[in-house]
């Protein structure tokens, strides 16, 4: 049976679901997705109290549908991955991401799609990937689409940010794909 509540070695990388993240992990976490660079391009982009993230990461235990995970290469923190609806029937499920914007070590998104790409094909077995990205986020759907991803549709004026509207551009994966990119 599928066990996406437990940590994983790839590598040399630990990814350790959020459920399992000590105290101090947590708040790393919560520190990260606070930073401006990381919460501008977020659907949520207000700031996230510890007594909210706390009680997201409790929620999670229970969760059959949304993962998280904790990304470590030795002791430095380099970013969170998630897999979000996840259809096992139908074998897919969106994707999240976000580096630690206050980690220096170079290729970080890559060595972060690598074990999403890790997660989704070989552990979970699923058969498609997907995301949704703000259209303006032009470093990001560059990223994507160097690491596979298509752009497959558009949802038109789907996200209101700083007095404006914005499309989110669904890009995906196909398991068949995925040796392109990374």
Not at 92 to 117: R, V
């Amino acid at each position: 049976m599928l066990n996406l509540k437990k940590d994983f070695i790839f590598d040399d990388l630990m990814v350790k679901n959020f459920i399992n993240t000590s105290t101090e992990e947590k708040e790393i976490v919560r520190n990260c997705r606070n930073h401006a660079s990381v919460r501008e391009w977020m659907y949520s982009d207000n700031i996230i109290s510890s007594e909210e993230h706390m009680n997201f990461i409790k929620n999670l235990k229970n969760d059959t549908k949304n993962f998280y995970w904790f990304v470590q290469k030795g002791q430095e923190f380099i970013g969170v991955i998630s897999l979000n609806k996840i259809d096992l029937k139908n074998k897919n499920s969106y994707f999240g991401i976000y580096s630690n914007p206050y980690c220096k070590l170079k290729d970080k998104g890559n060595l972060l799609i690598k074990c999403l790409k890790k997660l989704v094909f070989d552990i979970a077995e699923l058969h498609t990937l997907k995301l949704e990205v703000i259209d303006n986020n032009k470093r990001a759907i560059s990223f994507y689409k160097k690491s596979g991803f298509k752009e497959e549709g558009r949802l038109k004026e789907f996200v209101f940010k700083s007095g404006n509207w914005y499309d989110m551009i669904v890009m995906g994966i196909i398991e068949r794909e995925k040796i392109h990119g990374n």
